[in-house]
């Protein structure tokens, strides 16, 4: 077909029956629309992901309750629901044996294995909501489809045999003229392993599927009409952006803003497919449309906020002069598998923070005994928390004048423990303190965007 679009519909679109009722219709409205991805329901992967780590017999019997409860408050609503049903009881059976394993013992594959069952069910219910509004799908495992490598909790595809996979399953069924359904975020290792792309990993898969089937864009239908100039909940003036560009967006998701996966971008970006975020409860409203090249493209364009952020700040008199010390301590930093975000450095000191996202621990984990012990053996270590990233997103940023004052000039108020300037066309990042972070974001807000 000339136009072909690949759908992506998250958690809380897909979150009861009907959201998903409401998805449907937008799917069977929009004939280019072949392939639907899917996440798990809202709610429903944390709950996998707590019975992952193991959990005593009366949580889990909670939270397997639970789960039941999030699947059958949407199949009691369906008019013929016998067969379905028993696929989705035949699933939660699974999960149950898969979560006394864990009870037992918790291994990173299992996890991965236990946790994708939340897309297995969404996107099964799905087909069968399409199904009584006279519009029949094909379900596919998309781990036929997604090759990835073993790195559980965090697999990286494999380009060429996802190609392969789709090339021989999934092309003749849109060919055929089939509405494809399937999951995001899952993917089958080299072993046969069920694998997870991460949390998030859903737009990754619709933007790595339509790739490989060469679509014209990718629709993320989320629960908000698109991408805004800063999270609406901080700043209600917060405006809708109606185009931005591929490196716009990835430096928002990057910092903070949900609305995009970071990974979503990389596929699109490779093949130059536009990419359109949209509100499934109000398809109507409009949305956003990231492309490679929008006009106009304004030296302002959105603030994101990253709370709960760990600074390190490491010292030594060795520094000075000397050759090899910063290298010594990012192979320090590697080996405990932390990635680093933003750095400033002095004669004497590096500040910097850390990216959880990009790090294989996360969460107050990352800092463990035997990394500050290692550190510790080199330079002289200072951990701060209680801090927020606050990123101003926009254009030639660093060769516009006067943009340090504007900024700074509105912020003279707050104390700015950081500042990562000059490294990016795309933004300028400020350390401040976490209870002073709205503040920050609406002063700066105001004086960029609604002046």
Known sequence: MSHLSVAKFGGTSVANFPAMNACAKIVIADPNTRVVVLSASAGVTNILVALANGCETEQRSQYLAELRTIQYNILDELKNNKVISEEIDRLLANIASLSEAASLATSPALTDELISHGEMMSTLIFVEVLRELQTNATWVDVRQLVATNSNYGKAAPDDAKTQKNCDNILKPLINRGELVITQGFIGRDPKGKTTTLGRGGSDYSAALLAEVLDAKDVLIWTDVPGIYTTDPRVVPAAQKIDTMSFAEAAEM??????????????????????????????????????????????????????????????????MLHAQGFLANVFNILAKHKISVDTITTSEVSIALTLDKTGSASSGANMLSNELLTELSEVCNVKVDTGLSLVALIGNDLHITAGVAKRLFGTIEHYNVRMVSYGASTNNICLLVQSQHADEVVRLLHAELFEK
């Open 253 to 318: 998701a990057t910092f903070g803003a949900k609305v995009l996966h970071p990974a979503t971008l990389l596929p699109a970006v490779r093949s130059n497919i536009p990419v359109y975020v949209g509100s499934s409860k109000d398809p109507a409203a409009g949305g956003t449309w990231v492309t490679r090249d929008p006009q106009p493209r304004p030296i302002f364009r959105a603030i994101a906020l990253r709370r709960d952020q760990t600074l390190l700040t490491l010292s030594s008199l060795s």
